[in-house]
C-alpha cells in the first residue's frame, strides 16, 4: 500500500470514528470483573438537588469520603437530610449534625436500601441498596449510587419494562440492557459516574421488589452479553418499532454495526399481518402542531439540536421531509426560512419538535407522515405528523420482545432477530 493510500485509510477511519460510525470497541474481558461482582456500577441517580431525604431501612455507616473517616451510623427508620453548606454538606438526624465536604452512605447489610426523595434539581424517589456517594457541586447536590452489576440490571428492568411483560422478553431486554451498560460505562466520567438513572442513558428507578420478574430475568441471565467477534456490541433498543427496526446508521449519525442493520419485525405468517409490538398495544399516533406552534419550537430548537446554539433560524417558510431508503421513516428534515435553508438529521427531527434533546416531550418516532394543513386562503395553518412507533427504532423493540414471547419465542430467538450477528455470551465462563 502506498503512503497516499495509508494516508487515505487513517483519515477514513479518523472519520468513522469522529462521527460515531465506529463503535467503543471493549473486549469482553475487560469486563468480566464487573460481572464478578467485583467492580461496581456507578449511577447517577440524582443531580443539583438543593436537599435530599433518607430514610434507611437497615443501619447505615455515614462517611467523610475524601477523608475516608467514619463520622456517625444512624440505625433503620430514621430520617436524614443532607443540604449544601459553607463546608460542602450538611447531615442532620437523631443526634446527627455534621458537615464533610464529601459523604458516602453504606447500607451495613445487604436486606434492605435507603429510600431517597429531593428537592429541586432531576431524580426519582426510589428504593436504593448501593453505596451512595453525594458530592456539593455548582449546581446543587450530586448522588451516585455504587451497586453490583446485577442489582442495577434488576432496577433497569423495572423502570424499562411493564412488570406484566413475559419473563423472556424481560430475559432478552436483561441480556440487551447489561450488555449496553457495560459498552457504556464511563459515559458520565465528568459526573463520577458510569451512567444516568435516566433515558439518555437507560431508565432506572432503585431496587425493584425480590420477587418481581424483573429481579427473576436478572438473576436468570446473570452475566450474559451480546458479542460480535469478541466485542461487546452498542445494544440499542426502544419502545416499539411500529413495524421495523432502524438501521444504526440512518439515525444515529451514521453508526456503521451489522448487527444494527434493521429488521422487518412483522411475521412472516399472520391472519392480522401485524408487527410483533402492534399486538394489544397501538403503536399509531398523530401529532398536531399550528404553524405558530412549529415556527417557536423551531426557532428555540433547531440551534442546539444542529449544534449552533447561537442560531436564530427567522420566519419559517417551508418544512419538507426526506425519507430513508426503502423505510417510512424520515431520514432528513429541509427546513427552509427568511434567513436560509437548513437540514435536521434522523432522530434530531423528533428533539426539534420537543425540548431540543432527548426526553419524554417531542415526536414519538421518525417514522411519520407529514401533512400540511391549510386555511381557505391556502395558507400554512398547521402540521400534523402521522406516525407508528415509540423511540430511536434501532435494535431490540420492546412490545416486540413482548409480542415475540408470546408467540412462543425464547430470549435468545428474541435477541438474535432484533440484533442479527450478534452472539450470547456468558461472562462468567
Known sequence: MTAASWACTALLCWHLNFTGALPREVHIDQVRAHAAGQRPVRVLIFNNVSRITLRPQVAVAIEDARAREHLATALAGAQITLSQ??????????????????????????????????HGGWGRRGLYQGALHVASTAGGLRVVEHLNLEAYIAGVLAAEMPSYFPLEAMKAQAIAARTYTLQHLGDHADDGADLCARVHCQAYAGMPPP??????????????VLSYHGLLIDALYHSACGGATAPAWEVRQGKLLPYLCGVEDTPLSSELDQPYCARDHDVAWTTRLSWQQAE?????????????????????????????????????????TNKGAYRVRGDAVRWLFGAGHPGPKGLRSTAFALEL??????MPRALVFQGAGHGHGIGLCQWGARGRALAGQTAREILAAYYPGATVTDLRR
Open 211 to 224: 420477587d418481581s420478574r424483573a429481579v427473576q430475568a436478572a438473576r436468570q441471565t446473570a452475566g450474559k
Open 85 to 118: 453548606a459553607t463546608a460542602g454538606i450538611a447531615v442532620q438526624g437523631p443526634g446527627m449534625r455534621l458537615t464533610a465536604s464529601e459523604i458516602r452512605i453504606l447500607p451495613l447489610t445487604d436486606d434492605g436500601g435507603i429510600v431517597i426523595s429531593s
Open 373 to 378: 394543513e391549510e386555511n381557505t386562503r391556502h
Open 296 to 336: 417557536r419550537l423551531i426557532s428555540s430548537n433547531l440551534g442546539v439540536v444542529l449544534g449552533r446554539p447561537e442560531l436564530s433560524p427567522g420566519t419559517l417558510e417551508s418544512l419538507r421531509t426526506v425519507n430513508a431508503r426503502n423505510t417510512e421513516r424520515v431520514a432528513w428534515l429541509h427546513i427552509s
